[in-house]
Structures are given as structure tokens and as C-alpha cells.
């Protein structure tokens, strides 16, 4: 590796400014010379990167494959009086990881010497939560712990292990981050059918027991794994974000995208178990259909944030993901009334519309050519996507119409649901699209 390499790289990781970096080594104030470990590759990095893979895989695609938990609460006696607050669960928990992310974001880059302390601390509260969960009894008591519990812990560790990877990855970063968000995928073509079987044969107040410790044994032993790339030190200084960024067009036009596109992102794996089983489809079918999504998003997130890290340019890469998925959604959800149908949707949707969100590592990029903005473009991105996870519940609440017709358009009953998912997809296109239209016509006239 090149001193310009490392230089860039120190830079991009929000590293101290009275740090000098030279090489493989960091000269601190003192004059003590550390050598650095290799970024990009090496037993370190892939170290770190596997056991972020492994906590987002679990610990995320927990809440993703949460529709099959609603269509479970949905029909338990205890929970009829409250069945329209059932969605808002699985919405919270993930919208307070994607709203809250500025702030932790914000925590990490402030104590980088305590990234392993909020890990430590996040990772019980998400176990204890579920564990609160199964004594709950009733949806609001579900709300608090399954929800908003779940959540600010799920919320607590993520960011300081985003931070520790972003160090250990600087020209594969796009591959890195995609992994990472595919890796909840891979979780989700087998959990649905695990959580379809513990609820039907224990229940949900044992099956969330059984999660949490799952949850506790199969990462437990991996938290001692994460460890930052450069070390931290109580006398550093924490080197300043440029905000210029903000003064950036481009940057509000994918800001704005990804906006739009957050209003119909979550609905399909929210309600495609529920609309499976509104046409006759078996539960089983739903946990399928979900299975599907997350093969599809695993392949699109790695395809699209590989491909991100090459010359491609983002901005075609993310209007290809709008319309394909804002194509699928109209059609073959929207007038799919069998398995087969509602299967090419998942493969569909899970690929294109996931892809789409792998895609915020380079979006940043493209706004700016500085590396230092890298992490805080990519935790305002997803606070703006989770604005739509916490609409979830209001917005389907108004969409949906109370009755079913199988021979309707998307069932009658989600037809506002399916037509918000494809119009916002078609509408983030266009955003991006035009803007870029725009500028090529605006060069044009002025040559």
C-alpha cells in the first residue's frame, strides 16, 4: 500500500488530526511509531467484516422477516382489539435503526476509543428485549419491546461496527457495505420458515425466548472480535466533517430519491405474508415468498455494491433499480393471484429494490470526491429511508381498504399499498433521471 493510499484512508475514517500517517505506521504526538494493518484484505479485515456479516445478519434480519410474526399476532384472540397497531412492531424497530443513525453515527465518530463498549451495550438489550417481549400481553407491551426496545438496541451497536469496518475497507468499500447489507438476506431465505414452525408448534411467547437465545449463542463469542484498524486514544482529536457537502445538488436529489423511495421500500416484506394468505395462499406460502426476497436481495445487494466500486456511474445504477422495481410491484404483485406470480415478484423486488439501498456507500461519493463524508452522507441517507419505515403503519392504515376482493386489483384490500410502493420507486426515477437530464440539457445550451 501507498503513503497516499493510507493518507486517503485515515482521512475517510474520521482519523485524529494530530495523527501523521506515513506508509503502514501512525507517528502519534509522543513520537511512538504503530504499524498499521493492511486495509482491504488480510486475517484483520476479513475478521472484522465476518462478524459484522454475522450480528447484521441476525440481529437485522430478525426485524425483516417480521411479517411473518404479524401474520401470526394478527390472529391470536388477544391481539384483535389492537390488530391495526400490529405493523407498527417490526416498523418501529427498524425505523428508530434508520432515524436514530445521524446520532449514533455521530457518537461513534465522537468516542472512537468506546466503539466496543456501545456493542457491548447495545448487544444485551437487543437479547433482553425479546426476552421482555414474551411477557408482554398485549400489542402496546409488544410495541415497547419487540419494538422500540429492539431497536435502540439494534441501533446502539450497528454504527460503531459500520465505523470498524469502514476502516478496515477503503477501495472495497461498495463490495464491504454491500455484503453487509445482503448479509441480512441470507438469514431471511431460511428464518421465516424457522419462525413459521416455532410459532405454529410453541407459540409466541416461547419462540421469542428461543430467539433470544439464539441470538445470544451465536454471536455472543463474537464481540470480542471487533477492533478497530487505527488505535484510540483518550488525547486524540477527532478530525472535523466538511459539510460542504450540503451546498451540493446532487446531494439533495439523492437525498429526496431515497425519501420518496422510503415510503414504498418497506411495505412488500411488511405485507406480503398477509396478502399471500388474503388470496388462499397458506402460511407456508408466505414464508416462501419472504425466503425468496431475501435470496434475491443477498445476490442484487452484492451484485449492485460491486458494481458500485466499478465505473459504472450510480446514478444509472439506481434508475435502473427504480423502475424495475416500481415494474414489478405494478404487475406482478399488483396482479398476482398465485404462488408462481407472487415468486417473481419476490426474486424481482428482493434484487431491484434492495439493491437500490447498497447503494448509499457510492451515492456519497458521488456527491463528493472527500472521503471524510462518506459515513455521514450514509447515516442521513438511511435516516431519510426510515422517515418511510415509521410511516408504514399510518400509511397502510389509510391505504388499505377493510374488505377482500380476489379478483381486484392487488386484492382489493392492497391495492393503495401496491400502487404506493411502485409510484414511489417510478417518482425516485424520475428525481434522479431528471436531475441529470436537466444538467446534460442545461451544459448544452451553454456550450
Known sequence: MSCTEVQEADVELQERSQILV????????RGTSQELKPVDGGRDAWTVLIAGLVFEAFFWGYPVCFGVFQNYYSNQPEFRDSSSDIALIG???????????????MLSKRYPKYLRHLIWTGWPVCILSLVAASFSTSVSGLIGTQGVMYGVGFLTLTYP???MINEWWVARKGMAFGLISASSGVTGAFLPFVMDYLLNRYGWRTTLRICAVALAVLTGPLVPLFKSRLPASESAAVAKTNWTFLKRPLFWVYALAILIQGFGFYFPSVFLPSYAAAIGIPPVGGALLLALMSVAQVLGQFAFGYLSDKTLPVSFLTVTCCIAASVASSTFWGFGKSVALLA?????????????????????????????????????FIF???????????????????STERGEFAA??????????????????V?????????????????
Not at 431519510?384 to 377493510?402: F, K, T, W
Not at 428525481?431 to 456550450?447: C, D, K
Open 22 to 29: 506515513s506508509h503502514n505506521d501512525v507517528v502519534d504526538e
Open 91 to 105: 416498523t418501529i424497530a427498524q425505523g428508530l435503526a434508520n432515524l436514530g443513525a445521524p446520532f449514533s453515527a
Open 161 to 163: 461496527i459500520a465505523n
Open 344 to 380: 417473481v415478484f419476490s426474486l424481482l423486488y428482493g434484487f431491484f429494490g434492495y439493491g437500490f439501498g447498497t447503494m448509499r456507500v457510492a451515492m456519497g461519493r458521488a456527491v463528493s470526491d472527500d472521503p471524510s463524508i462518506v459515513i455521514p452522507t450514509y447515516s442521513i
Open 384 to 402: 431519510l429511508q426510515g422517515i418511510g419505515n415509521v410511516l408504514v403503519g399510518p400509511l397502510s392504515a389509510a391505504l388499505m381498504n377493510p
Open 412 to 429: 382489493g384490500k392492497y391495492g393503495g399499498v401496491v400502487i404506493l410502493t411502485s409510484s414511489s420507486y417510478f417518482l425516485a426515477a
Open 431 to 447: 428525481i434522479i433521471g431528471g436531475w441529470h437530464g436537466y444538467q446534460r440539457l442545461f451544459s448544452t445550451i451553454t456550450r
